[in-house]
């Protein structure tokens, strides 16, 4: 059996650059990961393959799992490679902004190539990770960097000072198109983009990354708010808390997340003060 975490993306910023003739949109965002916030996949090659999900948010997946299709294009890509049976335990909140589905798609490919040390260096695990969904790729990587194209072109970090953070999902009710909603609602304009935005240079200090991150936000932010009204009390709540250096959504919400001189007060206040809600604390890092 081998295990793994699939961590909790998030995006620290998140730039839409245009929208191709395809219809996909081109993106700029630093991403990087939740140290002790994640799912569990686990891997069993000496059971018959299939899926079985439990945890805390196992009965919000619903429809195709992404695990599944990530096993269904590998089994062609490679037909002998050994699978087996996946469990998944969901701590994650489902189309939360955090990469969840993704991460665990992720995750399950990195312990395919695990249990398949022979196989493993004739696949093209990139190109595998692309073809699931834009986050897919960088949760296969598994480590901050900065993204570009439609989530395919990766540019890791080498550095990325500790961010003290509490996320904050309020869990209000989800639409099951969520994210096509929100990109409706940002009506970028046509174009190529720019695949090819710079990165942004190596971040000596918090002080550095939060300029940055204060700089370039989340232009999903408006219109997620527009699909998912209580992502601006959220946000509100977040930013008067004391100590709070920064307050952002990741991806398309309705996840927020605030960075605190001391954030492990601020989550037990908030726990207290909102137990309906989905608060962790956690470090962000590469």
Same mark, same amino acid.
């Given at each position: 059996m081998i295990t793994t975490r699939a961590r909790a993306k998030i995006n620290l910023t998140l730039e839409v650059l245009g929208r191709r003739a395809d219809g996909y949109h081109e993106l700029a965002s630093l991403i990087a990961f939740a140290d002790d916030t994640f799912d569990i996949v686990t891997l069993d090659v000496g059971k018959p393959v299939g899926i079985a999900v439990s945890g805390p948010f196992a009965t919000a997946v619903v429809g195709e799992n992404i695990v599944g299709r990530a096993l269904s294009l590998l089994a062609h890509t490679e037909p002998k490679l050994k699978l087996g049976a996946f469990i998944i335990e969901k701590h994650l909140p489902v189309a939360a902004g955090i990469g969840g589905g993704s991460a665990d798609a992720a995750a399950a490919l990195r312990v395919i190539r695990r249990a398949n040390p022979d196989l493993a260096a004739h696949i093209d695990w990139a190109s595998v990770a692309a073809t699931l969904g834009a986050d897919v790729s960088v949760c296969f990587k598994n480590q901050a960097c900065w993204v570009t194209g439609v989530g395919e072109e990766l540019a890791p970090l080498g550095a990325l000072p500790p961010l003290g953070t509490v996320l904050v999902n #309020?869990?209000?009710?989800? $639409? $099951? &198109?969520k994210t096509a909603q929100v990109f409706s609602e940002l009506r970028a304009p046509r174009g190529t983009g720019n695949t090819k935005a710079p990165p942004p240079g190596t971040f000596d200090d918090l002080a550095r990354?939060?300029? /940055?991150?204060? %700089? +370039?936000? &989340?232009?999903l932010q408006p219109p997620a708010t527009r699909v998912i009204p209580e992502i601006k009390e959220t946000l509100r709540i977040i930013r008067q808390k004391p100590g709070c250096r920064f307050a952002g959504l990741s991806g398309a919400g309705p996840t927020c /997340?605030?960075? /605190?001189? *001391? #954030? +492990?007060?601020? +989550? *037990? %206040?908030?726990?207290?003060?909102? #137990?309906?809600?989905?608060?962790r604390l956690t470090q962000i890092t590469l």
């Amino acid at each position: 059996m081998i295990t793994t975490r699939a961590r909790a993306k998030i995006n620290l910023t998140l730039e839409v650059l245009g929208r191709r003739a395809d219809g996909y949109h081109e993106l700029a965002s630093l991403i990087a990961f939740a140290d002790d916030t994640f799912d569990i996949v686990t891997l069993d090659v000496g059971k018959p393959v299939g899926i079985a999900v439990s945890g805390p948010f196992a009965t919000a997946v619903v429809g195709e799992n992404i695990v599944g299709r990530a096993l269904s294009l590998l089994a062609h890509t490679e037909p002998k490679l050994k699978l087996g049976a996946f469990i998944i335990e969901k701590h994650l909140p489902v189309a939360a902004g955090i990469g969840g589905g993704s991460a665990d798609a992720a995750a399950a490919l990195r312990v395919i190539r695990r249990a398949n040390p022979d196989l493993a260096a004739h696949i093209d695990w990139a190109s595998v990770a692309a073809t699931l969904g834009a986050d897919v790729s960088v949760c296969f990587k598994n480590q901050a960097c900065w993204v570009t194209g439609v989530g395919e072109e990766l540019a890791p970090l080498g550095a990325l000072p500790p961010l003290g953070t509490v996320l904050v999902n #309020p869990m209000a009710e989800v $639409p $099951p &198109n969520k994210t096509a909603q929100v990109f409706s609602e940002l009506r970028a304009p046509r174009g190529t983009g720019n695949t090819k935005a710079p990165p942004p240079g190596t971040f000596d200090d918090l002080a550095r990354l939060i300029e /940055f991150m204060t %700089r +370039a936000g &989340n232009h999903l932010q408006p219109p997620a708010t527009r699909v998912i009204p209580e992502i601006k009390e959220t946000l509100r709540i977040i930013r008067q808390k004391p100590g709070c250096r920064f307050a952002g959504l990741s991806g398309a919400g309705p996840t927020c /997340f605030g960075v /605190f001189d *001391e #954030p +492990a007060v601020v +989550a *037990e %206040r908030l726990q207290q003060e909102h #137990p309906g809600y989905w608060i962790r604390l956690t470090q962000i890092t590469l």
